[in-house]
């Protein structure tokens, strides 16, 4: 598995951007596991919850 992944993340609440940043892939901790992402979208609701919320969103995505 490789050391980093990209991650879809706000940079500041209210800014209602999106930007990719590289970071190190986690380490699951007991009772926990880590799934490859193959592909992540956007949710309709995500624009309005960017809009006031500094808060990343992962709820749509499709893994191994």
Known sequence: M???????RRPAA??????VAEVP???PGAGEVLV???????CGTDPKIAAHYHSDCHHVF???
């Open 2 to 8: 490789p050391d980093l992944s990209q991650q879809g």
């Open 25 to 27: 892939v986690p380490e």
């Open 62 to 64: 499709c893994a191994d």
């Open 14 to 19: 209210g800014s209602g951007r999106l930007e």
């Open 36 to 42: 490859r992402v193959r592909a992540c979208g956007i």
